[in-house]
């Protein structure tokens, strides 16, 4: 004979528990069915037993990283996707030249795996990209204005005219 204890909540699931005349505590949770001397023993029995379960996976991708050393420089980087973060819910990934990182946020350009000749072919428009922005600030900075300066300095000479 066994008795109705009340609900467990594990990971948001309500659980119904009850104590036999052994004083043995018993769960079921989904098909699988629970037992434990404590009912703290068996609330993290069924913690442990709803973790998700340990899958491999292994997604290879390309993505543009910006150049820590130059912040309007793109590096090409491949690497493999190999889980997601159980808290942080970073993507975890391998890098190609064996480290390990995480992909933050999903402003990444994260593309499929690119082959060499594509990998080639975004190399070079990265460089053209990079080499007409170059060009783009150049251009602007030979060209700068400072409008503040630029109507201080007239103002300030209308009052010097204006008291000689």
Do not use: C
Request: hydrophobic content about 40%; proline content about 1%; aromatic content about 4%.
């Amino acid at each position: 004979m066994s008795m109705d204890v009340g609900k467990m909540d594990v990971r948001g699931t309500e659980v119904e528990v009850t104590v036999d005349e052994h004083g043995i505590f018993h769960a079921t949770l989904g098909q699988a069915s629970f037992a434990a001397e404590t009912y703290k023993s068996l609330h993290e029995r069924l913690i442990t037993a709803s973790r998700r379960a340990a899958v491999k996976v292994s997604v290879p991708f390309t993505t543009l990283i910006r150049d820590r050393l130059s912040d309007s420089k793109h590096v090409i980087r491949n690497g493999t996707a190999t889980g997601i973060h159980a808290t942080t819910r970073e993507i975890l990934v391998r890098w190609d030249d064996g480290s390990a990182g995480k992909l933050r946020g999903y402003s990444y350009d994260v593309m499929e795996r690119l082959d060499a000749d594509e990998t080639a072919t975004l190399a070079s428009m990265i460089t053209a990209s990079d080499e007409a922005r170059d060009s783009l600030l150049a251009f602007m900075a030979a060209r700068k204005l400072s409008i503040h300066r630029v109507i201080t300095e007239a103002q300030e000479g209308r009052l010097r005219r204006a008291k000689m």
